[in-house]
């Protein structure tokens, strides 16, 4: 199999491509590293991937640059994910293509992505004169950081998961800026913020924090 991370476009130089190019996106299947987790059969979670392209151009027929952000939402039980560099190449490749219209990108961009994904993706375009309503915001949730714990284990253990079963259940979102893993191309860190919402016995939430932070070497 040659769609593995180690031959992906990160880490190498790649030629870049102003005409639109939908053979740059290179797919890598989730299972490996799901295998990893010991992660079968039905998956134990679901939710999203979102993507976002502040970056995205392109030409109208008459040749005038056209600009927007996307927003792509991917499903996370997706075959595949598409490895980030090759997702930007890919988005490049629009730069000077001439299209009718953005229903005309919406549509390639949608395409493209199912194709590589493996499953129906959702993509939002903003154009520019709506740039201004968009926001960023912090997650809501009872923040776990907060917790003063002590630390000395920097891989994945399920074990740390616990719950009062014995308590009546509860309905609470609880979020974590704290969760850092290593890309496994380049060993560089990856930063994410983690949002669970749930229902039903309550989850510790120290081993919950100590779990998520297993993952900082993983």
Not at 27 to 37: F, S, V
Not at 98 to 117: E, H, I, K, V, Y
Not at 130 to 159: C, H, N, W
Request: glycine share 6%.
């Amino acid at each position: 199999m040659t769609n593995t991370a180690d031959f992906s476009p990160l880490g190498k130089t790649a030629a870049y491509q102003t005409q639109y190019a939908p053979e740059l996106l290179f797919p890598i299947p989730r299972q490996e590293k799901r295998d990893e987790l010991q992660l079968t059969g039905t998956l134990p979670f679901f939710g999203v991937d979102i993507w976002n392209a502040y970056e995205l151009s392109w030409l109208n027929l008459r040749g005038k640059p056209q600009v927007a952000i996307a927003a792509v939402t991917v499903p996370a039980d997706s075959p595949n994910i598409i490895e980030s560099k090759s997702f930007k190449l890919y988005l490049n490749s629009f730069n000077q293509t001439r299209l009718a219209s953005s229903d005309a990108l919406l549509d390639l961009l949608r395409a493209d992505l199912s194709a590589g994904f493996g499953a129906p993706v959702h993509i939002v375009l903003t154009p520019q004169d709506g740039f201004g309503s968009l926001k960023m915001g912090e997650l809501d949730g009872l923040l776990l950081d907060r917790l003063d714990i002590e630390v000395d284990q920097y891989t994945p253990s399920p074990a740390l998961l616990t719950s009062k079963r014995d308590a009546p259940g509860v309905s609470e979102t609880l979020v974590s800026h704290l969760l850092k893993s290593n890309c496994l191309v380049t060993g560089q860190p990856d930063w994410a913020s983690v949002q669970i919402q749930y229902v039903g016995p309550q989850i510790d939430q120290e081993g919950l924090l100590k779990y998520l932070i297993g993952f900082r070497e993983q």
